[in-house]
Each structure stands twice: as structure tokens, then as C-alpha cells.
């Protein structure tokens, strides 16, 4: 038989409405169950919404917001992501500007990879992939460079190219990019906002750049020299532009 508890009052507004309650037939209830079920019974006046949960915070804990203990959608996303969700929506509340550290895409045909003959578990490549893609710092990815090596061996040259990708991503964000397209013949960089008339003004006064429809497009591809050793350049030139004159 099954056992069955109803509340009322769980509408919104003007509108009634009614929550039940039940649990399996035979099926005996936890002892944390019966508590928070009398928490339910025992505040269920209108305006007992604090008290039930301060109750249950009581039963539960606090919790571990940053640690290995905390469950739910830090799990998901990851710790990093959810710092930088959280310094995001805390500087909002402030009335500041939003604290925005995500990596430009940079998107080249030949990006590198973990290859299965380096990193042999799935499970590892996925998580090495999820950690490079947070990093925001060149300690940080240095660091994690050292790492590959002490636990893998040599850095073969797919995982070399997947790790100068990164760098420059680091150093477009630092300058304001937001995206970078590299073609065959061009590289197409977006700005997250529009650059001020003076960098315009230097950016321009360099060979082989021009802005078209808000990007940053640039023709100074040399025959036989890497994409990424050209990126690195065009970034350069970009920074130079940033220095004051």
C-alpha cells in the first residue's frame, strides 16, 4: 500500500495548488526521508519558506563549494568553469563590467590533438582536453607542459602544435580578440569590442592589414613559413599597436 502525503498551497499567485508526496509500496523510508518530511509537516504555514530551508541546510551541511565533495552543476562543467561563471556574475552584481576570460577560438585546419599512441585511455585524452581548454595563464600551461612529459614521455608534434595553439589563444584574450580564422590566403581576426580609433590608427599603419565589415584581415602570409609562425606574428604586430607611442 502505498503511503502519501499532500501540501497545499504550492501555487503561484492567486492560483492554489497541490503537491503529493509518495513513496513505494512496502518500500521503508531513510532515516534523513522522515526528517525532512516532518520538517514539511510541522512548517506548512504560509512564509515558512526560510525556516524549511535553514532545516534542511541543518541536515545536509553547506557543503563543499570548490572541493571534491560538492554535488550537482559544479560536477558538470568543472571547477574552472564555475569560477569564472561565478567571478562573472559576481562582478556584475557589483555594477562592474563583466569579468569575461574565455579564450578566443582560433580555428586552423591542423590544430593538433592528444593522439591515441601518446595518451592511450579515452577517458584521459578527454580529461587533458578539458583541462587545456581552461587554461588562461602561460605558468598554467607551461606547467601543464611539464606534466604531459613527466607522466607521457617526449611531447610529440600534434600535442606541440596543440599547446602553441593554446599559448597564442592566451595571448589573443589578452589583447581583446575574440576570434581568428586562418584561410589559405588570409587570417581573419574578430575584436570582442571595437578597437579604439588610435589602435585602428597603428594597426593600419602596418603592411598587408585592413579592416573589413568590423574584421581585422590580414595578407601578409610568407611562402613557406608555418600558419601559426604567421599568427604569432600578426599577433605581435597587433600588441605592437596596444604599446603607447
Known amino acids: 500500500m502505498h503511503s502519501s502525503t499532500s501540501f497545499e498551497g ?25 526528517s525532512r518530511l516532518s520538517a514539511l509537516v510541522a512548517l506548512d504555514r ?9 532545516r534542511d541546510l541543518d ?15 559544479i560536477k558538470r562543467i568543472g571547477v574552472g568553469l564555475y ?5 562573472r556574475a559576481s562582478s ?23 593522439p591515441g599512441s601518446y595518451v592511450r585511455e579515452p577517458a584521459i585524452r578527454l ?4 583541462r587545456l581548454f581552461r587554461m588562461s595563464t ?14 607521457f614521455g617526449g611531447i610529440p608534434s600534434e600535442v606541440a602544435t596543440l599547446l602553441e595553439v ?28 571595437k578597437p579604439s580609433a588610435s589602435i585602428r590608427q597603428n594597426i593600419l599603419g602596418q603592411d598587408g592589414f585592413e579592416f573589413r565589415q568590423g574584421r581585422l584581415i590580414c595578407r601578409s602570409t610568407k611562402p613557406g613559413v608555418a600558419k601559426l609562425e604567421v599568427l604569432r606574428s600578426v599577433i605581435g604586430s597587433i600588441r605592437s599597436a596596444h604599446a603607447p607611442g
Not at 47 to 53: E, H, N
Not at 166 to 190: F, H, K, M, N, Y
Open 10 to 34: 504550492v501555487g503561484r499567485g492567486r492560483l492554489q495548488g497541490f503537491a503529493f508526496l509518495l513513496t513505494e509500496p512496502g518500500k521503508e523510508l531513510a532515516e534523513a526521508t522522515r
Open 46 to 54: 504560509l512564509g515558512s519558506g526560510l525556516t524549511i530551508s535553514q
Open 59 to 73: 541536515q545536509r551541511g553547506a557543503g563543499d563549494l570548490f572541493g571534491e565533495e560538492q554535488a550537482g552543476h
Open 83 to 87: 569560477q569564472r561563471l561565478l567571478e
Open 92 to 114: 556584475i552584481a557589483r555594477g562592474g563590467p563583466p569579468s569575461d576570460t574565455q579564450l578566443p577560438d582560433i580555428n586552423l585546419q591542423a590544430g593538433g590533438s592528444f
Open 127 to 130: 580529461s587533458l582536453y578539458s
Open 138 to 151: 602561460h605558468s598554467d600551461l607551461n606547467a601543464f607542459a611539464d606534466e604531459l612529459e613527466d607522466r
Open 166 to 193: 593554446t599559448r597564442l589563444r592566451i595571448d589573443a584574450a589578452e589583447l581583446g580578440l575574440s576570434q581568428v580564422d586562418i584561410g589559405p590566403e588570409a587570417i581573419a581576426i574578430t575584436f570582442r569590442t
